[in-house]
């Protein structure tokens, strides 16, 4: 069975641009949840969707959105990039079923710089 | 709330060491527990998991039990290599959704 896969693996913009991640999940994964890993902050939960709604959500600021389509695939959106947006954005599919005990797989991540 | 305490870094061992990473977790109800590894530029590889007090989590060597009465979930493994040279992070899986919440994350080196 396939991974996570993320596309792109490297992003370079600059502050003030937008910019958007996909997230393809391994198959038959319902759920699909996003992180911000950085060396200061560590790994944040920003959301997490399933079945194309938002079910949970983390304290970012409404500049970081995200989506899914009903294929399940996800995409996150940062809108007015900041320096500080700089980071390892990682995505995450389970099945979504058992939500205390699912296990989250993750893909490689894209690496997003802003300059 | 839900939060995971994990010990502070960088690790360094002799090749054939023994390893313990200490974890400790507060949560609301009861949670699952994780141990991922992340090596340099790939992504979090779930290492082994524990749903349920007193259960014992084991792969490739390592193994963490985990307990209530300590709210703990230590990672042990008897013999490290050089290829175990990586960032460990615990985490918990709270009841309330499919929310992980991630410790600091401890990076262990294992020289020759």
């Known amino acids: 069975k396939a991974g996570v896969t993320q596309t792109p693996r490297y992003l370079i913009k600059t502050r003030g641009q937008q910019v958007t991640l996909s997230c393809s999940p391994i198959s038959g994964h319902r759920s699909v949840s996003w992180y911000q890993q950085t060396p200061g902050q560590g790994l944040q939960f920003l959301f997490e969707?399933?079945?194309?709604?938002?079910?949970n959500k983390g304290n970012f600021p409404g500049r970081f959105s995200g989506r899914q389509f009903s294929n399940s695939r996800s995409e996150m959106n940062v809108s007015t990039l900041e320096l500080g947006d700089s980071a390892l954005y990682l995505c995450a599919s389970s099945s979504g079923q058992a939500r205390r005990t699912d296990t989250q797989y993750f893909g490689p991540g894209t690496r997003l710089t802003v300059l | 709330g839900n939060s995971v305490t994990q010990m502070e870094g960088p690790v360094t061992l002799s090749e054939e060491a023994f390893l313990t990473i200490n974890c400790t977790y507060t949560?609301?109800?009861?949670?699952?527990l994780f141990w991922y590894v992340q090596y340099p530029g790939e992504g979090l590889q779930l290492l082994l998991k524990?749903?349920?007090?007193?259960d014992k989590g084991s792969n490739k060597g390592f193994e963490a039990t985990y307990r209530k009465e300590t709210t703990s979930f230590h990672l042990e493994k008897g013999s490290v290599q050089v290829s175990d040279s990586a960032v460990y992070f615990c985490?918990?899986?709270?009841?309330?959704?499919?929310?992980?919440?991630f410790g600091t994350g401890t990076s262990l080196t294992v020289i020759p």
């Open positions: 969707y399933f079945s194309e709604t938002q079910r």
């Open positions: 949560a609301t109800g009861y949670p699952s």
């Open positions: 985490a918990l899986s709270a009841w309330t959704g499919n929310q992980f919440y």
């Open positions: 524990a749903t349920k007090a007193d």
